[in-house]
DNA sequence: AGCACTTGCATAGCTCGCTATACAAGTTTT
DNA sequence: AAAACTTGTATAGCGAGCTATGCAAGTGCT
C-alpha cells in the first residue's frame, strides 16, 4: 500500500493552510489583529449586528469555536455583545470603532497575502484554483 | 474596497483544510488516532529511527510543535524516544509494534478521505488541483 | 583547556479548532 | 398552566499549530 504525502489532497490543504494562515498572522500582527476573528470580522464589516447564531452558519464554524472567538474580540475591544431584545437567548454583537477603523488596512494585508501566495500562478490558473476549491467545500455543504 | 472571502484563497484554504481534518479526524478516531500524528506517523512508516529535527525538516512543522506531538504520541504509546548514539542531545524516534500494526488501517482512512471530499471533481481536475496547491506552497519554500 | 558559539530539544503560553455538556430563555403539547 | 421540547450561548477540556525562551550537549577558536 503507497501513500505518499504530497498526492495527498488533505495533507497539502492542511500545508497549504497553514501557510497562508502563517503569513496573514503576521500581516495583521501590527493591526493588534488575529486570523481567528477575520472570518467574524468580514461578516460584521459588511452587516453589523448579527446574532452568533448568524455567524457561525455563514462561517460554518462551530458555535462554541464562535463563542471563545468572540469572547476574545470582546476582550480585545474589537464588539460589544448586546441581548437582543426581542430574544433573551439571543446575543447581538456590534462592531466597536476600532473594529471599524481596522477594516481597510486588514483587508488590504489578507489581499496583499493572497496575491503573493498565488504569485507562482498565471491568471487562468488562479481561476481555476478558487474554482476547484469552492467545489470541494461545496461537495461537503451539499452531502 | 471590496472583498470576498469566497474568492479569497487563504479563506478558502483555511475552510476546505478543516473540512478534510474533521473528515479524517472522525475516520481514524476509531483507530485510537488523531491528525496530528499523521505526518509524523508517515515519515516513520517509510523510514523508522528519525531525529526529532529529521521529521520537522521534512514536514515543514515547527520544531516545538513536533516535540509536543512526539509526546503525545509516546504517551498514546505509539512510539519511544531514544537518545542518539553518537550525539547526546539528539532523540530518535522509533515506532511501537502497535504503531506499525496501524500503518494500513490509517492509509486507508486517509486515501477514503481524499476520495470523498475530491468525489465532485473528474480525473483532470483532480490533477490539477493537486498540482496547483503544490506549485502554491512551493512558492513558499522557494521564497 | 577554556571560552564563545551553535544545535537539538523541551517548556511556557497563546490562538483557534473541535466535541461534549450545561443551562437559561423560548415554544409546543397536553 | 405545567411539562416537555427546542434553541442560543457559555464552559470545560482536548488537539494542533505558533512564537519566545531556556538549557544541555556538541563544535570551534584562541
Redesign the pocket.
Known amino acids: 500500500m503507497n501513500f505518499s504525502k504530497d498526492q495527498s489532497a488533505g495533507y497539502l490543504a492542511?500545508h497549504m493552510a497553514?501557510i497562508f494562515a502563517?503569513g496573514l498572522t503576521s500581516r495583521i500582527k501590527p493591526l493588534g489583529l488575529?486570523?481567528?476573528?477575520f472570518?467574524a470580522l468580514l461578516e460584521l464589516w459588511d452587516t453589523d449586528g448579527l446574532?452568533?447564531?448568524q455567524l457561525?452558519e455563514r462561517l460554518?464554524?462551530?458555535?462554541?469555536?464562535m463563542?471563545?472567538?468572540?469572547?476574545?474580540m470582546e476582550r480585545d475591544g474589537l464588539i460589544v455583545?448586546k441581548k437582543?431584545a426581542n430574544?433573551?437567548?439571543?446575543?447581538?454583537v456590534w462592531l466597536t470603532d476600532r473594529a471599524r477603523d481596522l477594516r481597510d488596512p486588514a483587508i488590504t494585508a489578507a489581499q496583499e497575502e493572497n496575491a503573493m501566495r498565488l504569485a507562482g500562478l498565471d491568471e487562468d490558473e488562479k481561476r481555476q484554483f478558487i474554482a476547484l476549491i469552492q467545489k470541494v467545500i461545496k461537495t461537503k455543504m451539499s452531502g
Do not use: C, F, Y
Open positions: 492542511n497553514r502563517q488575529t486570523t481567528g476573528t472570518p446574532s452568533q447564531k457561525t460554518d464554524i462551530e458555535q462554541a469555536t463563542a471563545n472567538t468572540l469572547a476574545r455583545r437582543d430574544d433573551g437567548r439571543a446575543q447581538r
